[in-house]
């Protein structure tokens, strides 16, 4: 286990803008805005040859009730509890104010280890507040400033007897493994390195207040994302690693995606953004729906969308737990997803309770095999001779007289299926044949709801040398006769 830093701190001190420069990407959400920052974030954060886990945490707030704020202040000490250390951050140039000597007594009792950094210190008006901040009692603070990178060598000075003291502990902690092999066998002398799997990338998308943090809590087994009756309290794309049933998976959590009109928060609309960026990133797209007003006009684009980006997608019903007539509400639900979602024929569609955790199971499986067959490769001669059969079934129509022949067929890529077909004519080719092939391969090859690209290619264009003149038998002739002569 690496050691883990917590930037904690009040609201608009700097900690997500220092949380992206540790990590050397744009992670988390940064605005003028105080308190953009809900949920935990964690990232892998390098500096020098130092590396380690650092977590960017919600703005520290005096509400201690059951409000948003509150909930989310207990998130941020529920960090502090799990790190091994905490950077305070303060403004240098707000100063301290009464909240920074109220959060840093706190911080002194949670945890042993706490670094003090007073951030926006570049130039003179930070001076006063550096001077400050030794009155907190957390020893000598840290100039530093996270948009420019000042102070980053201070800070990893820091850090370092901290992380190399962990490392000393892991190191010494850890039970060493003995490999034995029978004496004179085929395996004596070889060395078999552990399996190292790529986890499964899943994002879950849907309107705000569908369930989707509470469905992820769920499935991690702990309440690790903030929850709660308000719509739109995630804005981050907040990624959790968890072993879900004996499979490595990182599911990422977005914000809720309302229709474009309505989104007219800057905040929003950076948290929708980042919600598409998940959905480019995953393999497999979770869209939530609430059974109470399920396909509403905004789940149909959201699954359009994730189809477009041709991610294997799985449709779940949340709140399943509180509905009455469960198996006439199904059939109807089956039958408006047939309906309304033709593009993807197939998908599971699987009810859900996030709130009592019936039907993650299910869950789990639609996931795995939607996955499974997003990966999946059809043999060239299967594909060919499944081609003849369409081909005589239902034969391509002549526009304008030119007959069009479909030659051959492959599939060049996976993650979603693609197929190549070289034919004749391919612009002339109507767009419901190709719906038919496509239907035909969901159906022969067990390919349901996943998205399928298939690509027509003339010959002319599949075959460089068409079109050039071969040399005939005089063109030879003559040109040995020359050779001769000279």
């Known amino acids: 286990m690496s050691f883990t830093l917590a930037i904690?701190?009040?609201?608009?001190?700097?900690?997500?803008?220092?949380?992206?420069?540790?990590?050397?990407?744009?992670?988390?959400?940064?605005?003028?805005?105080?308190?953009?920052?809900?949920?935990?974030?964690?990232?892998?954060?390098?500096?020098?040859?130092?590396?380690?886990?650092?977590?960017?945490?919600a703005g520290l707030e005096m509400a201690t009730d059951e409000s948003l704020q509150g909930r989310m202040r207990m998130l941020t000490e529920r960090a502090v509890d799990m790190a091994d250390a905490c950077l305070f951050l303060v403004d240098a140039r707000d100063g301290v104010l009464p909240a920074d000597e109220i959060f840093a007594?706190?911080?002194?009792?949670?945890?042993?280890?706490?670094?003090?950094?007073?951030?926006?210190?570049?130039?003179?008006?930070?001076?006063?507040?550096?001077?400050?901040?030794?009155?907190?009692?957390?020893?000598?603070?840290?100039?530093l400033s996270a948009e420019h990178g000042e102070g980053m060598a201070d800070l990893a000075q820091a850090l370092r007897p901290l992380v190399e003291a962990a490392a000393e502990e892991v190191s010494r902690t850890e039970p060493e493994v003995e490999v034995s092999v029978e004496e004179g066998s085929e395996d004596e002398d070889a060395y078999v390195a552990p399996s190292t799997s790529k986890p499964l990338q899943i994002a879950v998308v849907g309107r705000p207040n569908a369930g989707k943090s509470t469905l992820i809590n769920k499935i991690i087994g702990e309440d690790r994302l903030l929850t709660g009756p308000e719509a739109g309290i995630t804005r981050d794309a907040i990624s959790v690693m968890t072993d879900w049933g004996g499979v490595p998976t990182r599911i990422f959590d977005t914000a809720g995606m309302r229709k474009k009109a309505k989104v007219q928060d800057k905040i929003e609309r950076l948290s929708v953004s980042d919600g598409l960026r998940a959905v480019k990133f995953a393999e497999v797209v979770v869209v939530l729906l609430d059974a109470d007003i399920p396909f509403e006009q905004q789940d149909l684009r959201i699954a359009d969308l994730a189809e477009r980006e041709g991610r294997a997608v799985v449709v779940a019903v949340n709140k399943w737990d509180l509905e009455e007539a469960k198996q006439e509400k199904l059939r109807d639900l089956k039958e408006q997803f047939t309906r309304l979602l033709p593009q993807l024929k197939g998908a599971p569609l699987i009810t859900v309770s996030a709130l009592t955790g019936r039907g993650l199971e299910r869950l789990r499986e639609a996931?795995?095999?939607?996955?499974?067959?997003?990966?999946?490769?059809?043999?060239?001669?299967?594909?060919?001779?499944?081609?003849?059969?369409?081909?005589?079934?239902?034969?391509?129509?002549?526009?304008?007289?030119?007959?069009?022949?479909?030659?051959?067929?492959?599939?060049?890529?996976?993650?979603?299926?693609?197929?190549?077909?070289?034919?004749?004519?391919?612009?002339?080719?109507?767009?419901?044949?190709?719906?038919?092939?496509?239907?035909?391969?969901?159906?022969?090859?067990?390919?349901?709801g996943t998205p399928i690209r298939m690509f027509m290619r003339s010959q002319a264009e599949a075959n460089p040398y068409k079109g050039r003149k071969k040399a005939g038998p005089s063109k030879l002739r003559k040109h040995l006769d020359g050779k001769k002569a000279d």
């Not at 540790?22 to 590396?51: F, I, N, S, Y």
């Not at 499974?372 to 001669?381: D, G, K, Q």
């Not at 299926?417 to 038919?436: E, K």
Request: proline content about 8%.
């Open 8 to 57: 904690v701190g009040r609201p608009n001190v700097g900690k997500s803008t220092l949380f992206n420069r540790l990590v050397g990407k744009r992670l988390a959400l940064v605005d003028d805005q105080p308190g953009v920052t809900r949920d935990l974030r964690e990232g892998a954060a390098r500096l020098g040859d130092l590396k380690f886990t650092v977590i960017d945490t």
């Open 105 to 143: 007594d706190i911080l002194r009792k949670r945890n042993a280890n706490v670094i003090l950094g007073a951030n926006k210190a570049e130039g003179k008006a930070g001076e006063a507040g550096m001077m400050e901040a030794y009155a907190l009692g957390l020893g000598t603070p840290l100039g």
């Open 367 to 448: 996931i795995l095999e939607a996955h499974e067959v997003w990966n999946r490769r059809v043999p060239t001669s299967q594909l060919n001779r499944w081609l003849v059969g369409m081909l005589e079934q239902h034969p391509p129509p002549a526009p304008q007289g030119k007959r069009i022949k479909l030659r051959y067929m492959t599939q060049a890529k996976s993650r979603p299926p693609g197929f190549v077909v070289m034919c004749s004519h391919p612009d002339l080719l109507p767009a419901s044949y190709t719906r038919y092939l496509v239907n035909g391969l969901r159906e022969d090859f067990d390919m349901p």
